[in-house]
């Protein structure tokens, strides 16, 4: 590897095996390209396939070929409480106690079933208060939500964008638009960290200006659970939901999760949809034609535990329990900071326009950086793509790429460093 200081490969190794939380490489699948791992930077899109994973599919096949439908008793794992085994990971990983969480459902499912709960239009206060170019799942749902009820999405959903010449949004401007038009406003919901950008947006500070409006508080937390530390409750949040697959490596289409504060969980004013699994669990088979609510956060899962791909989001949790997601936080804070002063590096060497369009403060941003890279376009993505790095491309001309501290290594870095340099140089 050509010399680029500080991006030597030994140099990289070496802060490698002297780091204080050392990459957990061996318990994950690494792609491999032309003999070699891929330099994976999409753990923001679709996390590593864990080594345990195989083994813990094996063991829930195993108690259904033995047992049957028995298995909702005798297996390992009892397929009728099988969703009780996350309470606690979960609570840990997003700030919250057991009864405010659960595995349930798939994203965009839990993000309407949370709507039903918390966006009550009424009056004049019908508006939903969302960033601009929100992921376009939050915008579809969000548009329907207000169709549902009556409403105009043109009318009833109010974005906030960044200003004029930046590419991140200030919390004043949510904080502005929520005294101007608190008395409008019913919901704010908005993504903890912005897909597109990377932003990691001030959410206590978000919740607290809400509720001083009078407004109830959502996130969408799928770019930001087991990417950045999160504290829910504490923060007063309304309700979150999130999905596994990114940071949480448990699979393409894996089980979602979400919160609900509890202090709407026993509220039995607050209208929910209901389901059989949302019942008391005691009285859950005496098949009872009235609903008897978990009082927790339970009350919102309507279906019985998706057991497959549940079973590998039991090792996700497994796993960033025993890391630590301030191990993790301070991690994932060393490798953004090596992988930013990388692109600048190569930025000044080739005379390249390369600009991170992710906020530069580091409290302002989980391990995602979004790079433009001016006069190159797609065949930039295509380049690193064909060389072995796997990032991704998102329209009209950002490339994505995140350095996740669970799996990800200085080496990756400086590998990519190199490449980007090789892939930018002028002609």
């Not at 010399?3 to 690494?30: N, S």
């Not at 991704?392 to 799996?407: F, T």
Request: hydrophobic residues 45%; charged residues 20%; proline residues 5%.
């Amino acid at each position: 590897m050509e010399t680029f200081a500080p991006y030597e490969l030994a140099h990289a190794q070496q802060l490698d095996a002297t780091d204080a939380l050392p990459a957990r490489r061996g318990d994950f699948h690494v792609p491999q390209h032309a003999g070699s791992d891929v330099v994976y930077f999409t753990g923001n899109s679709l996390g590593l396939q864990p080594e345990a994973a195989e083994a813990a599919l094996r063991t829930e096949l195993n108690d259904w070929a033995e047992h049957g439908v028995e298995g909702h008793f005798r297996a390992q794992h009892p397929w009728v409480s099988y969703h009780e085994r996350f309470a606690q990971g979960l609570s840990h990983l997003v700030g919250a106690k057991a009864n405010e969480v659960v595995a349930m459902n798939a994203l965009t499912v839990n993000l309407h079933l949370l709507l039903v709960s918390f966006y009550r239009p009424s009056g004049k206060r019908s508006k939903i208060l969302c960033e601009a170019k929100a992921f376009p799942s939050d915008q579809y749902a969000l548009a329907s939500q207000v169709r549902f009820h009556g409403g105009d999405p043109a009318v009833d959903i109010i974005e906030v964008a960044p200003r004029e010449g930046s590419s991140v949004i200030e919390e004043a401007d949510i904080e502005a638009i929520l005294r101007d038009r608190g008395d409008e406003i019913a919901l704010v919901m908005m993504g903890g960290v912005q897909y597109f950008t990377g932003q990691w947006l001030d959410m206590p500070r978000i919740t607290a200006a809400a509720h001083a409006a009078g407004a109830l508080c959502g996130f969408d937390l799928a770019h930001a659970v087991g990417n950045v530390p999160l504290d829910l409750h504490a923060w007063n949040v309304d309700f979150a939901c999130w999905c596994t697959y990114k940071y949480l490596n448990s699979g393409p289409g894996a089980v979602a999760g979400a919160f609900v504060h509890e202090r709407h969980v026993g509220d039995d004013a607050v209208p929910r949809f209901e389901g059989w699994w949302g019942h008391n669990a005691k009285r859950r088979f005496l098949m009872e034609p009235q609903f008897d609510s978990m009082g927790t956060a339970e009350a919102w899962q309507m279906s019985n535990a998706p057991v497959f791909n549940m079973a590998i989001h039991a090792i996700a949790l497994e796993q960033f329990t025993a890391a630590g997601m301030a191990a993790l936080r301070a991690k994932s804070l060393r490798l953004t900071a090596y992988l930013e002063a990388g692109i600048a590096a190569v930025a000044k060497h080739n005379g390249a326009r390369l600009e991170v369009i992710t906020p530069a403060n580091p409290a302002r941003r989980g391990c995602q950086l979004s790079l433009v890279a001016h006069g190159f376009g797609q065949e930039l993505f295509q380049a690193l793509t064909d060389a072995g790095v796997v990032v991704d491309w998102r329209e009209p001309n950002v490339i994505r790429m995140a350095p996740v501290p669970m799996y990800n290594t200085f080496e990756d870095i400086a590998r990519f460093v190199h490449i980007l340099k090789s892939a930018t140089q002028p002609h």
